[in-house]
């Protein structure tokens, strides 16, 4: 059927796809993405569109994908395309408006496809592997039909997002916006960061975002959304780590491959994330909040296409990030887990709309009123812009750890010695807070949350300054530089950097981790020798924040955080793959040789 059929039809087109619901519902109610498919059945006559359910577009190597296609009705052609590829089986907005009406309500026609394996697609779904060929496959079939303008934009978070990073490595002519939402996951060994699908950081693998995320959405294979396999309480527990899907899923999944491949191995390269020979010309929206656990690669993202830029779309490369976690950015926000958050709405998608009709309809009102950078600083509650990143204007300032756990701007002495904890992987700190994503496990939440459950273990060490007598605004990536040593071979280093009120609430703004292996290279990982002081450097991720006048700075540093982090059994050995473990004795030393010490980037005009 081809566009003009389409047309002629759309209640033809809009009962088959009530009939093709219908048939599925008893899944379709099962799975989150696919619920919001089931409350859009009346979505074409309240919206206006017709819709070509599962058109099969050929790619090159005959695989054909499955794509619903929704065209305004009372529109003329040709008309731009906004383009989503999804393995999820539906679309959907942080804010809860029916994107399938906001897109063709503009005048868009809205294509959205199931990526390989996924639904009515053919082929074995392999996670971000095929993305970027595929892509610019359907791009080139897009343009070829009698509606389009041969404009075609990009939009959608997480997956949705990181495919549009895929076919801009393509550097295709007719893609010519992206709105990436949570997408730093795009980032592979760019820029040293070997991150892969976020999934890595500190060289220590995300367990539990890479758990719940290949338990409920990797199925090599799925026609029907399905329900979750059910995950026995010890799931994410089980050793070795490799083996933890297997017990629980019905269908294989890339999850052995994540785990078990080197981060330097060239296996990566073939999966299709960023490095730094990429090179782009399609001009970008980044959008993300502070506690989705790829921010800091959003950043990093918006950076590498604004410098390796074939183009001018190089000066066209917009970071926005909110407060929020993991694609929530376009939701009321009152608070970010526990911590209170006010006046953080953004006029999200009255941007959108300029932005698509700049790049996609040349729009006479131009483009949107954005800076390079446009940030929600936590705790001061407002809004700034940002010509660069971190600030051209930011100060580093030090703050040594110190004898009774004092955090101080002032060096420690010759004699203050060091402190020491024994990290026990079966008895690990549990995770509270902080940027996790997509466990599938509700209690366990993203976002700033009070510290002090976890403060009362004899396996974390806290650090606290003296209460600040002025504003501190951190405005770039916090550093922790720890002189260490331990009883094992390798072990791992975690800090949270922490704003305590004056009521004694620790809310979390950052953390970060390093395996002890790679404190000097990914691609050199060296034992620890025991008895010998060894120096590993943890920085954080990025983050806007204003420490008030009468709040204090602190640092916990420990060895585990599970299951945000998947344990280091202390081995010295591969770890994905071993079931046995021992404790360690690890030890900080703050003293005139080695003073361990946190950097902050400081904002001067902090107190105003």
């Known amino acids: 059927m081809n566009v003009t059929e389409i047309m002629r039809f759309p209640a033809l087109l809009w009962v088959s796809g009530v009939i093709s619901l219908a048939v599925v519902a008893g899944a379709i109610v099962l799975h989150p993405t696919s619920r919001q498919w089931l409350a859009d059945a009346t979505a074409p006559f309240r919206h206006g569109y017709y819709i070509h359910r599962n058109v099969m577009v050929p790619m090159r190597d005959g695989t054909r994908l499955a794509m619903d296609i929704h065209i305004p009705a009372g529109r003329q052609p040709p008309l731009p395309t906004i383009y989503i590829q999804t393995p999820y089986g539906g679309i959907w907005a942080g804010d809860g408006r029916d994107p399938l009406g ?48 041969g404009r075609v934009g990009t939009f959608g978070c997480s997956y949705l997002g990181e495919s549009q990073i895929a076919l801009a490595r393509n550097r ?21 960061s070997y991150r892969y699908f976020g999934f890595y950081e500190g060289g220590i693998l995300n367990l539990a975002s890479a758990y719940g995320w290949f338990k409920d959405q990797g199925d090599k294979h799925r026609s029907i ?99 929020g976690n993991h694609c929530q950015d376009e939701a009321r926000h009152e608070k970010v887990g526990e911590l209170p958050v006010s006046n953080a709405d ?49 100060v580093p300032q030090h703050l040594y750890l110190r004898a009774g756990a004092r955090l101080s701007d002032a060096k420690p002495g010759s004699s203050e010695g060091s402190d020491n904890y024994q990290y026990d992987p079966m008895d690990p700190v549990p995770t509270l807070g902080g940027s996790v994503c997509c466990t599938g496990d ?8 009070d510290q002090r459950p976890l403060e009362q273990r004899d396996d974390i060490l806290v650090y606290t300054s003296a209460p600040l007598d002025a504003p501190l605004t951190v405005a770039g990536q916090a550093e922790l530089d720890l002189y260490v040593s331990s009883s094992a071979p390798d072990t791992d280093f975690m800090v949270k950097l922490i704003d305590v ?47 008030r006048k009468g709040h204090a700075i602190r640092v916990q540093v420990t060895s585990s955080n599970f299951p945000r982090f998947e344990r280091n059994l202390n081995t010295g050995g591969p770890n994905f793959n071993e079931g046995s473990w021992q404790p360690a004795v690890n030890t900080v030393f703050h003293d005139g040789v080695s003073p361990s010490r946190l950097t902050l980037p400081i904002l001067p005009d902090s107190g105003r």
């Open 102 to 149: 906001y897109f063709t309500g503009r005048g868009f026609v809205l294509a959205v496809q199931n990526v390989r394996g996924r639904y009515a697609s053919e082929g074995v779904f392999t996670v971000t592997r095929d993305l970027a060929n595929d892509s610019a496959d359907t791009v080139d079939w897009l343009i070829a039909q009698p509606w389009s303008n």
């Open 172 to 192: 295709h002519p007719a893609h010519r916006a992206i709105i990436a939402q949570g997408a730093g996951g795009a980032i592979g060994s760019a820029r040293g």
């Open 225 to 323: 959304p399905a329900r979750p396999d059910p995950d026995p309480p010890d799931g994410i527990r089980h050793l070795p780590v490799i083996e933890a899907l297997q017990r629980v899923k019905s269908q294989s999944t890339d999850f052995e491959d994540f785990v078990s491949h080197a981060l330097v191995d060239p296996w990566w390269d073939e999966m299709g994330y960023v490095t730094d020979q990429d090179r782009f010309s399609t001009p970008g929206l980044h959008v993300n909040g502070w506690f989705d656990q790829t921010v800091g690669d959003t950043i990093l993202l918006a950076q590498i296409m604004r410098e390796h830029a074939t183009t001018d779309a190089g000066r066209h490369q917009y970071v926005i990030i909110g407060p």
């Open 346 to 394: 953004y006029p999200y998608f009255e941007t959108y709309d300029q932005w698509l009709d700049y790049w996609l309809k040349d729009s006479p009102k131009g483009l949107p009123s954005l800076a390079p950078y446009n940030i929600f600083v936590l705790g001061a509650n407002e809004w700034r812009q940002f010509d660069q990143w971190p600030p051209s204007e930011v």
């Open 442 to 449: 509700p209690p366990l939440t993203s976002g700033s949350f």
């Open 501 to 547: 009120w004056p009521d004694g609430r620790a809310f979390n703004v950052r953390d970060s981790a390093i395996r002890a292996r790679y404190r000097n290279g990914y691609g050199k990982p060296e034992p620890l020798i025991r008895g010998e002081r060894h120096r590993v450097v943890i920085t954080l991720p990025p983050v806007a924040y204003r420490f």
